[in-house]
Nanobody
Framework: QVQLVESGGGLVQTGGSLRLSCAASGSIFRITTMGWYRQAPGKQRELVALITSGVSTTYADSVKGRFTISGTNVKNAVSLQMNSLKPEDTAVYYC????????WGQGTQVTVSS
């Protein structure tokens, strides 16, 4: 089992920045990928960014050039630096860890005011 705890959400104005962090505990040696998804009201959960083996990264087109994901080689933490935030970035952000199964954090609210 893997447990994920997120921190760093909040309210920010358009153009502002926030940093999300996620700490993993438990069977972290099984983790191959960590990252972030988000879900806005009335919408499906969508990929934001992933990092695999602490090196290879994937980003949604909507956040490329604005968000940066980083992780540790020991696979116990992942962060998401979010710059130039837009109102459409408003959502609950979920930390994700993948191994033989998928694990999710409890979610942290990010609200961008116009």
């Amino acid at each position: 089992q893997v447990q994920l705890v997120e921190s760093g959400g909040g309210l920010v104005q358009t153009g502002g920045s926030l940093r999300l962090s996620c700490a993993a505990s438990g069977s972290i040696f099984r983790i191959t990928t960590m990252g972030w998804y988000r879900q806005a009201p009335g919408k499906q959960r969508e990929l934001v960014a992933l990092i695999t083996s602490g090196v290879s990264t994937t980003y949604a087109d909507s956040v490329k050039g604005r968000f940066t994901i980083s992780g540790t080689n020991v696979k116990n933490a992942v962060s998401l630096q979010m710059n130039s935030l837009k109102p459409e970035d408003t959502a609950v952000y979920y930390c994700y860890a993948g191994s033989a199964r998928n694990y999710w954090g409890q979610g942290t609210q990010v609200t961008v005011s116009s």
